[in-house]
Each structure stands twice: as C-alpha cells, then as structure tokens.
C-alpha cells in the first residue's frame, strides 16, 4: 500500500512538472533530496554510534541490571502471569529501557527476542496454536532457545497473539521517553537553533501515552479473566 502511495505522489511530481514547465525544478529537487538523505543518514550514523555505546557502557557498568531490578514492580504489575524466571522478563527490561532512553535502536533486538521468548511460553502452557515448536538449548529456563515462529508445514494451524504479546506491543509503542534522541539529531541536522527545546513535551506526550497504555491494558485484562471465568462456569 504504501509503495503504491509513494508511486503515485512521484508520478503526479513528474506530470505536474512537465505541464507546468517546470521539471527542471523537479530534477534538482531529487537530487538535492538525495543529498539531504545521504547527510542526514551520516547525521543519525554518529547519533546511534554515539547512544549505542553509551548503552554499551551503562550494560558493562551494571547501570541496565540495577535499572531491570528497579522496574521489576512495574513489570510484575503489566505482566503476572509471566513467571519470575522466565527469560522474558530480561528481554521485555531491555526493552523498556531501552525505549526510555530514547534508544529505539537498541530496543528492537530486546522486542523481538522478547516475543520468542513469549511464544515459548505458550508452548510451556500447552497452547495447542503454539504446538509443534522446534526448540533447542537446555538449561533450567531454556534460555538459549530459539523458536520458529512458522506453524508446522500442512498444520494448518492459526495463531493469535497471547495477552502479554499484546501488552508488551502496546507498551513498546506507547512507550515513555526521557530522551527522543531521534527528534533532536533531525532538529539539528535541519537547522533548528534549539533542537533539545522538544524534551520537555515529549516526556509529556509520551507519559500520557504510557499512562493510556497501562490503564487500557489492564482494563483489557480484566474484562478478559471475567469473559474466561463465565465461560468456565457456563461449561460446569
């Protein structure tokens, strides 16, 4: 869909310019584009370099393992039905902080080695949609294992996202931010004379976000275990 989009907007770029005479202009407009994004990509390089080893040192230091015990409230209120040592919790930490300082970067590797450790979790529970998962590793949490997210071939099998997938995805999107690292380095690289004017109405918009997220969250839960136990009732 979106390439389709952006096919259509460059072709009505393309024939305005030739009906107005002016597809000189629209050539130099591309070129000096793609200027503009070769040094804004050199820009956010350093940027990433720069927030990717100042995450690297927080980790070595033990700053990310005091920050993951810290949070371990908030996790055990968003998520109870993960169990304490379950590798999960790690990787959904990571990936809070991650977000919180503005590394979204970072985050992504934690996300999604966060989402196959949940999808383990449901082949623990016994999910029949999870069944069939091919997982290796050993140890007492299994925490080198690695799961396929395909079903088995000719299964047939569909699967749904599990309440803690789903958490965890709206947490990930709405998630608060200290520093929206992004935001600053494109207000610099653009010329803005105070690029890190936008800190303090990010936290604001992204806390509210966050207090959204959560309320909605556990609104969804509730509402949730009710469904399950008339459904339970209903069945004796």
Request: with cysteine.
């Amino acid at each position: 869909m979106l390439n389709a989009i952006w096919a259509v907007m460059i072709m009505i770029a393309v024939f305005y310019g030739a009906f107005t005479g002016r597809m000189s202009d629209v050539t130099n407009a591309a070129l000096d584009s793609a200027g503009e994004a070769i040094s804004l990509c050199i820009t956010m390089a350093g940027v990433v370099g720069l927030w990717m080893g100042i995450m690297e040192i927080a980790t070595k230091a033990g700053l990310v393992k005091k920050l993951t015990r810290g949070i371990e409230p908030f996790l055990r209120f968003m998520f109870p039905g993960i169990p304490r040592d379950h590798p999960a919790n790690q990787y959904i930490a990571a990936n809070i902080i991650a977000n919180i300082l503005g590394l979204g970067w970072a985050c992504t590797p934690a996300g999604l080695k966060a989402m196959e450790a949940l999808a383990r979790l449901e082949t623990e529970r016994g999910n029949p949609e999870y069944a069939g998962e091919e997982e290796t590793g050993t140890g007492p949490a299994q925490k080198k294992a690695q799961v396929n997210f395909r079903p088995p071939s000719g299964s047939g099998k569909t699967r749904s996202a599990s309440n803690e997938m789903c958490t965890f995805l709206i947490l990930n999107i709405s998630s608060l931010q200290l520093i929206p690292v992004n935001m600053i380095a494109y207000r610099n690289q653009y010329g803005s004379s105070s690029p890190t004017s936008i800190i303090a109405p990010a936290i604001a918009a992204t806390l509210f976000s966050t207090l959204v997220a959560v309320i909605y969250c556990k609104c969804k839960d509730v509402s949730g275990r009710r469904r399950r136990a008339g459904r339970k009732k209903e069945a004796v």
